[in-house]
T-cell receptor, first 116, second 116 residues
Framework: AQSVAQPEDQVNVAEGNPLTVKCTYS??????LFWYVQYPNRGLQFLLK??????LVKGSYGFEAEFNKSQTSFHLKKPSALVSDSALYFC??????????????FGKGTRLSVIA | GAGVSQSPRYKVAKRGRDVALRCDSI?????LYWYRQTLGQGSEVLTY????????KSGRPSGRFSAERPERSVSTLKIQRTEQGDSAVYLC??????????????FGPGTRLTVL
């Protein structure tokens, strides 16, 4: 069975400071990993994904995430937070062994608040 | 180009009534997914369908939830005999490929369903 854990319901960070939103996963095989962001009254927007290759993945809006196989983690990071980054962030996983159509399994989400 | 759209954006239903939610996916996308998002629980897949298959491939089979694909780029999620616990945001997502690598799922803005 696949699962995703986002251990923090809420993350607060001052504008200009680096931010980290944590995610750990569990799959039977190798994972495909995704980060999505959701702004109020909007659907999920794709930020970045890890499929294979370089463990450091760069995505939209200056975000990046590091895949760590030994720690089964895929933490989302940004060197300098903006107030406009305040939103709900979801980590998702799919087992590599499944078909391409296999749905994603999402974490419960982490609410990021960037304070000016 | 146009993204994934959903209608209605908000729906209020009396308990026990049936509801239908519509999703218009991105042209050319093959696989459509329905997820349910509840506060603090993240998003869980309800059902999904591939290509021209009109019947759903349920992620979490339930007799009350079904999806139909009257057109290639249209999916309708039907919820029978709604219960108060069905109150949630229903997200539709579409994906370009029919198999192979897990290319990105693109999400609609969601339909907020409230069952009274």
């Amino acid at each position: 069975a696949q699962s995703v854990a986002q251990p923090e319901d809420q993350v607060n960070v001052a504008e200009g400071n680096p931010l980290t939103v944590k995610c750990t996963y569990s799959v039977s095989g190798n994972p495909y990993l995704f980060w999505y962001v959701q702004y109020p009254n909007r659907g999920l927007q794709f930020l970045l994904k890890y499929i294979t290759g370089d463990n450091l993945v760069k995505g939209s809006y200056g975000f990046e995430a590091e895949f760590n196989k030994s720690q089964t983690s895929f933490h989302l990071k940004k060197p300098s937070a903006l107030v406009s980054d305040s939103a709900l962030y979801f980590c998702a996983v799919r087992d590599l062994r499944g078909s391409g159509n296999t749905p994603l399994v999402f974490g419960k989400g982490t609410r990021l608040s960037v304070i000016a | 180009g146009a993204g994934v759209s959903q209608s209605p954006r908000y729906k209020v239903a009396k308990r026990g009534r049936d509801v239908a939610l519509r999703c218009d996916s991105i042209s050319g996308h093959v696989t459509l997914y329905w997820y349910r998002q509840t506060l603090g629980q993240g998003s869980e897949v309800l059902t999904y369908s591939q290509s021209d298959a009109q019947r759903d491939k349920s992620g979490r089979p339930s007799g009350r939830f079904s999806a139909e694909r009257p057109e290639r780029s249209v999916s309708t999620l039907k919820i029978q005999r709604t219960e108060q616990g069905d109150s949630a945001v229903y997200l539709c997502a579409s994906r370009h490929g029919a198999g192979g690598p897990p290319d990105t799922q693109y999400f609609g803005p969601g339909t907020r369903l409230t069952v009274l």
